[in-house]
Every structure is written in C-alpha cells, then in structure tokens.
C-alpha cells in the first residue's frame, strides 16, 4: 500500500492487513461478509457479524480487536483530510456523524448492503485513476456520492431507532428528542412540553437514570454538534449562529464559551 494513498479497499481477514496509523488517519468502513468481530469502541465492547457494517471515524478511540476465526470483510479506509475536504452539506452530516460516534454498527438490507459494497469499488476505482485530466475534482464528487449514499444509510437506520424507541421509557424518548432537536432547542422545558410532564420531573428521570441533569443532557449534545460544524471551514461562524437558531452571533459565542471555555475563533485558531 502506497504511504499517501487516499483511498484503500481490501479483503480481510486478521488486524495485521490493517493500515498501522488505520484510526488515526483514516475513517474506516467495514462490511462484514462472515464471521464476527469484536472491538472495545469509545471504552464499551461491541460484535458485529455477518452482513452488518462497521463504521469507526478517524480519531475515535478503537482497540482490543478480536476476529474469529472464519472472519471475512470487505474494508474501505478513506483518508480524513479527503472526506471532510469533500462534505457535500456540513449540516446534512451532522446526525450522520454523531450517531456513528454512539453506535458503530449499522444493519443495512439487502439492497443497501449491494449498494455499499458498489461504492466501496467505485471509490478505490476513481482514486487508482491518477492519470485522469480532472483527477482531484472528480474524486471529490465520487467522494460526494459515496458520502451521501452512506448517510441515506445511516438515515435509515436512525429512522428504524427512532421507531423502536416510541415505546421506550420517558428517559429513552428524552434522549432520542435531544440527539433530534438540540441543534436549536437548548431549554428543558421545550423537552419536557414534548414528554407531557414539568421540568422538574424530567430532571429526576435524568438523574435516576444516569446522574446528569438533563440541561447538561441538552449541552452534551449541542456541544457535540458546534465541534463539528465549527472543524468545517466551510462555514462561517455567522452561518452556523443562523443554523442553530441564535438570535445573534454574540449569543452564539458566549454560548460556545460557557461550552467550550473558548470562543468560536478561538476555537478554530486552536485547530488551524
């Protein structure tokens, strides 16, 4: 494998085919074709098996990986600087993004599984294509592609959770209504108005369950999203102020402030 390889597709079977730096550099996608593995991701352990697929972002923290012995995968590692250089919307990614950090595993049918699997090849296709006149701008469009594929995917699969989660407990559907709505709701109330019960009560199911407030339920989440629009480039701090509702861009940066301990500028500074 070439060092500045941007994109790599390979057959698996061992953690040894593996890129060294994989999870630092790479955003990495598996499609599980037998067997299972097992990995410690972001501190808790998960199996995937035949059919599912894997996604692990470039940065998150993966290890203790354990293949059984029949194991066989598909794997595409796409290098970070070329995915987020290739975003085709910063906004349409979040929900993408942040559920692939809580749920690694996606259970796509069969027609998304063919799909995937088309994609995977079509990428590796154009990025072999060196010699081709419009090299960088048409692998940044099948870059596009294959994100936006990807996110119908993972789209579908939120919608499938959310579903399953109507009938959850009144925590469960709390948290399901925060990772939905806290891009522009950020008040307890407006949560506890759509569970039907006062602030208060939300706050002691919160606490019950997990020992946090569910105002810092609602920060958790927000801040989560403000990194990731703030590492895209893309958008201005205007911008990203009017997407999640602030009435100005100075509410905006003392709200990123209390969050972050620094403001949105500064922020971006840190990161270059």
């Not at 296709?125 to 996110?151: D, N, V």
């Not at 810092?216 to 911008?239: F, G, M, P, T, V």
């Given at each position: 494998?070439?060092?500045?390889?941007?994109?790599?597709?390979?057959?698996?079977?061992?953690?040894?085919?593996f890129?060294?730096?994989?999870?630092?550099?790479?955003?990495?996608?598996?499609y599980?074709?037998?067997?299972?593995?097992k990995?410690?991701?972001?501190?808790?352990?998960?199996?995937?098996?035949?059919?599912?697929?894997?996604?692990w972002?470039?940065?998150?923290?993966?290890?203790?990986?354990?293949f059984?012995?029949?194991?066989?995968?598909?794997?595409?590692?796409?290098?970070?600087?070329?995915?987020?250089?290739?975003?085709?919307?910063?906004?349409?990614?979040?929900?993408?993004?942040?559920?692939?950090?809580?749920y690694?595993?996606?259970?796509?049918?069969?027609?998304?599984?063919?799909k995937?699997?088309k994609?995977?090849?079509?990428?590796?296709?154009?990025?072999?294509?060196?010699?081709?006149?419009?090299?960088?701008?048409?692998?940044?469009?099948?870059?596009?592609?294959f994100?936006?594929?990807?996110?119908?995917?993972?789209?579908?699969?939120?919608?499938?959770?959310k579903?399953?989660?109507?009938?959850?407990?009144?925590?469960?559907?709390?948290?399901?209504?925060?990772?939905?709505?806290?891009?522009?709701?950020?008040?307890?109330?407006?949560?506890?108005?759509?569970?039907?019960?006062?602030?208060?009560?939300?706050?002691?199911?919160?606490?019950?369950?997990?020992?946090?407030?569910?105002?810092?339920?609602?920060?958790?989440?927000?801040?989560?999203?403000?990194?990731?629009?703030?590492?895209?480039?893309?958008?201005?701090?205007?911008?990203?102020?009017?997407?999640?509702?602030?009435?100005?861009?100075?509410?905006?940066?003392?709200?990123?402030?209390?969050?972050?301990?620094?403001?949105?500028?500064?922020?971006?500074?840190?990161?270059?």
């Amino acid at each position: 494998m070439a060092v500045n390889q941007k994109v790599m597709l390979c057959k698996t079977v061992s953690a040894s085919q593996f890129p060294e730096d994989f999870n630092i550099r790479f955003h990495t996608h598996i499609y599980c074709q037998s067997g299972s593995l097992k990995f410690v991701f972001n501190g808790r352990q998960y199996q995937s098996k035949r059919g599912e697929f894997i996604f692990w972002l470039a940065g998150i923290n993966v290890s203790d990986l354990f293949f059984s012995k029949t194991f066989k995968a598909t794997i595409l590692f796409v290098d970070s600087d070329l995915l987020t250089a290739s975003l085709p919307s910063a906004t349409a990614s979040i929900d993408s993004i942040i559920h692939s950090k809580e749920y690694p595993i996606l259970h796509p049918d069969k027609k998304d599984k063919e799909k995937i699997l088309k994609n995977f090849k079509l990428l590796y296709e154009m990025s072999q294509e060196t010699g081709h006149r419009f090299y960088e701008e048409a692998l940044k469009l099948q870059m596009q592609i294959f994100l936006l594929e990807m996110w119908h995917i993972f789209e579908d699969e939120l919608d499938r959770r959310k579903r399953s989660l109507q009938s959850g407990t009144l925590y469960e559907q709390f948290i399901q209504l925060v990772q939905e709505h806290c891009m522009t709701q950020r008040e307890v109330g407006f949560y506890s108005d759509k569970l039907n019960i006062t602030p208060k009560y939300l706050n002691y199911i919160c606490k019950v369950n997990t020992a946090i407030t569910a105002s810092e339920w609602i920060q958790r989440n927000a801040k989560e999203r403000i990194i990731i629009l703030l590492q895209n480039k893309n958008l201005n701090i205007s911008e990203i102020a009017d997407e999640m509702d602030f009435s100005s861009r100075s509410f905006f940066t003392r709200y990123v402030k209390k969050l972050l301990g620094v403001t949105p500028k500064e922020y971006r500074e840190r990161i270059g």
